[in-house]
């Protein structure tokens, strides 16, 4: 892999730079034949190809709109790509109603996206342009699920019949799963998985237990992880270890009844955004610890776990100075790092020589 430059940062690992000049850089995939596509907030979907990236965009994206937090987010593909094509994508839509979360299944052709079709939109659209989520992850069953942000609006975290603030649980063809535990009730909406929760930025799968793990944002702290489990309330704005941003506080409440206490969080807030397992053989010693970026702390947060616990925590790339927006376990091994800027890079964290 032809790669810009290498950049030592200890005696164990280094970073090899795969790309640079991507605007806003969100998530990232790896297809069958050893190039990935990685998505643009701005709207744009670009290919990695032999190491290099490919200058026109995949063309053929659905209708959306960049503002705010808004714009193409995640990408995801289909448990049988290699035989059909099919991928996912997650992005921020406008219309004369406001702005809201959509997924759209479409089919990419090696230059472009043909059969583009929007299975999921979150309702109702609201004016403001925050808080759409929005990360993809596809379980072992082959559901999809979908984390939609409370938009900027907290207490809509609460409320079942609106598709805000949760993780929704779908089939590949967008309908609700018919065991989702919404369904038949009244209260609350057919796709819902999850609620209380106020903006997933990172979603995995664990490669163990096959069950989704995330975490979220908090307001000023009380950043959390959680494990997304059928009909959890997580609590907010019921509950939080975090205060408003204008110092002023939420909640006296840190814990209730009926509400899911987050696995670890953190206070003051680091703002994680992208999350993996590590399950490579280039590190040997960190098989089967969690990965999280931070936007904010602009660091990489290594993860320890015990029987769902977080025995250590290790502050990574420290020094690096950008904001790591996505992070991705790359079937070379690696760990695969987006950051978030006008000139976002693709890292690769590789073991150092």
Do not use: C
């Amino acid at each position: 892999m032809t790669v810009a430059s290498t950049i030592v940062y200890a005696e164990s690992y280094s970073l090899e730079t795969v790309a640079e000049g991507l605007e806003h850089p969100w998530g990232l995939a790896f297809l069958p034949d050893g190039s990935a596509l990685v998505t643009e907030r701005e709207g744009r979907l670009r290919r990695i190809e032999n190491g290099q990236l490919v200058r026109d965009p995949v063309s053929g994206l659905p209708e959306l709109v960049a503002s705010g937090q808004g714009g193409l987010l995640d990408i995801v593909l289909h448990p049988d790509f290699d035989t059909n094509q099919t991928l996912f994508l997650s992005y921020a839509h406008r219309n004369s109603d406001g702005m809201t979360t959509r997924v759209a299944r479409a089919t990419y052709n090696g230059q472009a996206l043909d059969d583009v079709e929007v299975i999921f939109e979150a309702l109702p659209r609201s004016s403001n342009a925050r808080h759409f989520g929005s990360r993809l992850v596809i379980d072992n069953d082959g559901y999809l699920y979908v984390s939609v942000g409370d938009r900027g609006d907290m207490d809509r975290a609460q409320d079942t019949a609106d598709d805000a603030g949760g993780v929704h649980r779908i089939t590949i063809n967008g309908h609700p799963v018919s065991d989702n535990p919404f369904v038949g009730n009244s209260k609350g909406n057919d796709t819902f998985f999850t609620y209380g929760n106020r903006n997933i930025q990172g979603m995995t799968l664990h490669p163990d237990t096959g069950e989704i793990w995330s975490h979220e944002h908090g307001p000023r702290g009380g950043d959390e992880i959680n494990i997304i489990r059928a009909g959890n309330d997580y609590g907010w704005p019921k509950v939080t270890h975090g205060i408003d941003y204008s110092g002023i506080p939420i909640t006296n409440k840190t814990t209730m009844d009926g509400v899911t206490d987050p696995l670890h969080y953190w206070d003051p807030s680091i703002a994680p955004s992208g999350m993996a397992f590590y399950t490579g053989n280039l590190f040997p010693e960190w098989q089967g610890d969690l990965f999280v970026g931070a936007l904010r702390s602009q660091k990489l947060v290594r993860l320890t776990i015990q029987d769902e616990a977080v025995i250590e925590e290790e502050d990574l790339l420290t020094g690096l100075g950008e904001r790591i927006r996505d992070v991705r376990m790359g079937p070379d091994g690696a760990l695969w790092l987006l950051t978030d800027s006008r000139q976002g890079k693709i890292y690769r964290m590789v073991p150092t020589n």
